[in-house]
């Protein structure tokens, strides 16, 4: 699965984004500095593992997808007691409440099993066979 971060060279990183450009890859994972200048048409998904620090980057975050008056999908994986005042701070940026809804037993499991730890830094996912265009941020 291409990444995008930047501790890759611009070379590796331009590959994988041209990878996920041409569709031979469908998942694209991405810090979220990295993934602010990606703009890569029909984008179905963006999934954000956790809320950024500086809230106006979520808006720059989700619009990765949905562009140019097409519909996309946005979901942010937090934890609602630790990240109160990101959330609060995220809502009143864009101006509305989000919708907030628990992982479904089944995710859950998926994102364990898919969830390794790469040299003790954040997690990347492993075995994620899915058919949208999907940009991980």
Do not use: W
Not at 110 to 125: A, D, Q, R, T, V
């Amino acid at each position: 699965m291409p990444v995008i971060h930047g501790n890759k060279s611009h070379a590796a990183r331009q590959r994988a984004l041209k990878a996920f450009r041409e569709g031979s890859v469908g998942i694209l994972v991405a810090t979220d500095i990295a993934a602010c200048s990606i703009d890569v048409p029909g984008v179905s998904h963006v999934i954000n593992y956790d809320l950024p620090d500086e809230a106006e980057n979520y808006v720059h975050c989700i619009g990765r997808t949905g562009r140019n008056g097409t519909f996309g999908n946005a979901i942010t994986l937090f934890d609602e007691k630790v990240e109160q005042v990101r959330l609060r701070a995220v809502e009143h940026v864009i101006r509305m409440k989000l919708t907030h809804k628990d992982i479904p037993p089944q995710i859950a499991i998926l994102l364990e099993k898919s969830l390794i730890p790469e040299n003790g830094k954040k997690h990347c996912l492993k075995n994620l066979n899915v058919r949208s265009r999907v940009l991980i941020i």
